[in-house]
């Protein structure tokens, strides 16, 4: 029995391994290809490793477009975004969880359906109404619609709903208002959940393209991703520095997931204990 066990955990890591690996080779062609020349992306594609090694697309990266102005532009958003919407959506999510009130299913629900209308829809409405207010191509533009969101309000929910109403009931017989109870109480027991909302939060907005190329016509207030695009002419793309900004702006969401991992899966689970 030993020896099976043995055997079938020996094939267990083999084949995660290998599974692992066939994730990360994309991750790898695309940092091998930021140091190889133009000619070698274009001329041989298909092979991981280049004959030949150039640091060219980097410099072009830092001398050709204004890359920390970018990399700003992305950490302010992305930031902004993420502190706002976990103040916000832990507020909803308590709310939902924990109070009762008139309609507070009804209400609910309308969240969710929320998460069911693809952005390409509402980005147009949004779009005008921004421009309205005219704060189109400023950082209270990109933010305001992304101050909240489904998602976040619903997670929270379920981690909420995890922490026990004898806590409350005994914050409330000390004489704690509600408020109190939301931040001395509840919040420190579902720390997990907040941590792996805010790593969700920062890597979408991090990544994101559509929204903030749609609400910005300048270069200074582009954002990373939106100014990588500048590599891409109507007739010609630079692969090269293309993929040395793609490789450099994983470096934050690689050190926050580093960062948060021990928290990461806690949170996912301790979110769905209780539906």
């Known amino acids: 029995m030993i020896r099976v066990s043995r055997t079938a955990n020996v094939t267990l890591l083999g084949a995660f ?10 991750m790898l062609w695309m940092v091998l290809s930021s140091i190889k020349p133009e000619a070698l992306i274009m001329g041989q594609p298909g092979v991981l490793w280049p004959a030949a ?38 507020m909803a999510g308590y709310a939902f969880a924990k109070l009762r009130f008139r309609g507070s299913q009804a209400v609910f629900v309308l969240v969710l359906v929320t998460m069911m209308v693809p952005f390409q829809i509402t980005m147009i409405p949004l779009y005008l109404t921004m421009n309205q207010m005219h704060i189109l191509n400023t950082f209270a533009g990109l933010m305001l619609p992304r101050l909240t ?67 910005t016509n300048t270069t200074e207030m582009q954002t990373l991703p939106v100014g990588l695009a500048l590599f891409q002419g109507e007739h010609v793309m630079d692969h090269g520095p293309m993929f040395a900004g793609a490789v450099l702006s994983i470096v934050p969401i690689f050190l926050l997931f580093i960062a948060a991992q021990k928290t990461f899966i806690k949170g996912i689970a301790l979110s769905g204990i209780k539906g």
């Open 17 to 26: 391994s290998l599974l692992g690996f066939v994730f990360f080779l994309p």
């Open 149 to 215: 969101s489904a998602f976040g309000i619903y997670f929270m929910r379920q981690a909420f709903l995890s922490v026990p109403n004898e806590l409350l009931d005994a914050g409330r017989i000390d004489g704690l208002g509600e408020f109190a109870i939301f931040r001395r109480i509840c919040l420190p027991v579902v720390t997990s959940a907040l941590t792996t909302l805010g790593v969700f939060h920062f890597m979408y907005n991090w990544n994101d393209f559509l929204w903030p190329m749609l609400m």
């Open 53 to 90: 090694f150039t640091a060219d697309n980097y410099t072009k990266l830092f001398t050709q477009i204004p890359f920390f102005r970018f990399l700003i532009n992305s950490v302010i958003f992305s930031a902004g975004v993420t502190a706002s919407s976990l103040l916000l959506d832990s």
